[in-house]
């Protein structure tokens, strides 16, 4: 097929009314809702359901057995018409689910550009999701979670509804995420999750400076080190940390916070897990 063709397999089963973009390629058995609409290049693979009103970006790939715009899984959904945003350049693996938003919640699921979702990891109703995350297999979303830029949810781990995860930060495998997550920040653990220090090894990846890292290890130093209490370290870090983006994102990110913030884990826990 050429770049301005849309290929359709003759098993699947496409709505006459969805709109498919030049480049759309749909393979066997899959189900394209009325709905739905996918722009350029994008791929669905074989057995992938794309329903209800739907809309998925350029270069797109989605592989079987995904669920894509299905309903919401709230008891209180009265089949209102939400939707499913996606963006561009986003892999969807094998049996990832991504639900539609619901009226209570804002009627909408978004999810940015560049993202990988591994097998099994599942999207709530009205979660919003940024760039360039990564979701580890079985990585798991209530509704109206918020996952900032660059995060990666480890394997088998779950975030609480209504949880925020900062830019930059790390969640470990088996984790359970009932409060927000700092940002740049590694957190791991189940009874309860704590936070390990700075995503150093993430953010050099990334090409932080050795400066900036500098600069926010002395944050994490005052914030989650000190005795001081979550006011009091605020004043201090705008105090005594010259005024820069990195230093600015966690102050508003904890002003902004209403779980409260996943912190370092007492001296009891860490006898009791020795």
Known sequence: MSKNEVFIHTSATVHPKARLDAGVWI????????????????????????????????????????????????????????????????????????????????????????????????????????????????????????????????????????????????IGGFTVITQDVLPFCSVAGVRPSHIYGLNSIGLRRKGFSRERLNTLKEIFKIFFYSELNTAQALKKIEKEVPPGEDRDEIINFVRNSQRGIVKKTSEKWETQSE
């Open 27 to 170: 393979g066997p058995y899959s189900f394209i809702g009325e709905k739905v609409t996918i722009h350029r290049n994008t791929r669905i693979d074989a057995h992938v359901c794309v329903d209800g009103l739907t809309e998925v970006g350029e270069a797109c790939r989605f592989s079987p057995f995904s669920s894509i715009g299905t309903e919401p899984q709230d008891v209180g959904y009265k089949e209102e018409e939400t939707l499913v945003k996606i963006g561009d350049r986003n892999v969807i693996r094998e049996f990832v689910t991504i639900n539609r938003g619901t009226v209570k919640g804002g009627g909408q699921t978004v999810i940015g550009n560049d993202n990988y979702f591994m097998a099994y990891s599942h999207v709530g109703h009205d979660c919003f999701v940024g760039n360039e995350t990564i979701f580890i297999n079985a990585a798991t979303l209530a509704g109206h979670v918020t996952i900032d830029d660059f995060v990666t949810v480890g394997a088998l781990s779950g975030i609480h509804q209504f949880c925020r995860v900062g830019k930059h930060a790390f």
